[in-house]
């Protein structure tokens, strides 16, 4: 991480606290895979496009 802590969310350390980080991180890494598997599906139907038009 980059210094001066500007990624950091201030929560206090309970439980409660706990269990919403990791609700959020478990929505963060299904946005990414999803963001991945798009991602990979349009360069696959580039690369498709682009043999063709060769």
Do not use: V, Y
Not at 2 to 7: F, I, L, Q, R, V
Not at 22 to 28: D, M, N, S, V, Y
Not at 39 to 48: E, G, H, P, Q, T
């Amino acid at each position: 991480m980059s210094g001066g802590g500007k990624d950091r969310i201030a929560l206090f350390p309970s439980r409660m606290a706990q269990t919403l980080m990791k609700t959020r991180l478990k929505g963060a890494q299904k946005g990414h895979s999803l963001l991945k598997k798009k991602a990979d599906a349009l360069n696959m139907r580039f690369s498709r496009h682009s043999e063709e038009n060769r």
